[in-house]
T-cell receptor, first 110, second 113 residues
Framework: EDQVTQSPEALRLQEGESSSLNCSYTVSGLRGLFWYRQDPGKGPEFLFTLYSAGEEKEKERLKATLTKKESFLHITAPKPEDSATYLCAVGDNQGGKLIFGQGTELSVKP | DSGVTQTPKHLITATGQRVTLRCSPRSGDLSVYWYQQSLDQGLQFLIQYYNGEERAKGNILERFSAQQFPDLHSELNLSSLELGDSALYFC????????????FGSGTQLSVL
């Protein structure tokens, strides 16, 4: 069964304290690994897509990496505005279906 | 603003009732997706339509149905509602039919009492 597991469930950081979020996955035919950010009361917002092991993408303080079994979202020198829930998802062989993890709730304190 | 419009934002109804959720995709997007988000299940894929045709199906209950109209807007119909159907329902859209960047609406919060 296709599955996505994210850890930790919650992460509290001080402003400027770098860290990483983990997303491990099992899927029969990976067709993309996706990271989304979700703010309270809003829909998820797209961050990155990764397709092959070794691929990396960056956006401001965020950097996503991909291996054959997991992905990491590295947050460098985070700011309070980075506080949100970060969702990882994988695409399978069925059309546009995405399988989402439970998310990591990130809180950055000033 | 993602460009995806969902109405209504909030819906309160009783068990056994039927409701319709509406979604207007971004201009130019041909695919519409419906997702259900609850605290215990997370974000679950329900169904995808591409240019009016059903493209992919997830764990959508038989009591639920959806369609995409010629103007590309979509409706999700939920019937014989149960307490457990209370959740946040998101619509998303994309240009193509396969895995790519999705744009999510702000959701409809459904409360079944």
């Amino acid at each position: 069964e296709d599955q996505v597991t994210q850890s930790p469930e919650a992460l509290r950081l001080q402003e400027g304290e770098s860290s990483s979020l983990n997303c491990s996955y099992t899927v029969s035919g990976l067709r993309g690994l996706f990271w989304y950010r979700q703010d309270p009361g809003k829909g998820p917002e797209f961050l990155f897509t990764l397709y092959s092991a070794g691929e990396e993408k960056e956006k401001e303080r965020l950097k996503a990496t991909l291996t054959k079994k997991e992905s990491f979202l590295h947050i460098t020198a985070p700011k309070p505005e980075d506080s949100a829930t970060y969702l990882c998802a994988v695409g399978d062989n069925q059309g546009g279906k995405l399988i989402f993890g439970q998310g990591t709730e990130l809180s950055v304190k000033p | 603003d993602s460009g995806v419009t969902q109405t209504p934002k909030h819906l309160i109804t009783a068990t056994g009732q039927r409701v319709t959720l509406r979604c207007s995709p971004r201009s130019g997007d041909l695919s519409v997706y419906w997702y259900q988000q609850s605290l215990d299940q997370g974000l679950q894929f329900l169904i995808q339509y591409y240019n009016g045709e059903e493209r992919a199906k997830g764990n959508i209950l038989e009591r639920f149905s959806a369609q995409q109209f010629p103007d590309l807007h979509s409706e999700l119909n939920l019937s014989s509602l149960e307490l457990g159907d209370s959740a946040l329902y998101f619509c998303a859209s994309s240009v193509g039919s396969s895995h790519e960047k999705l744009f999510f609406g702000s959701g409809t919060q459904l409360s079944v009492l």
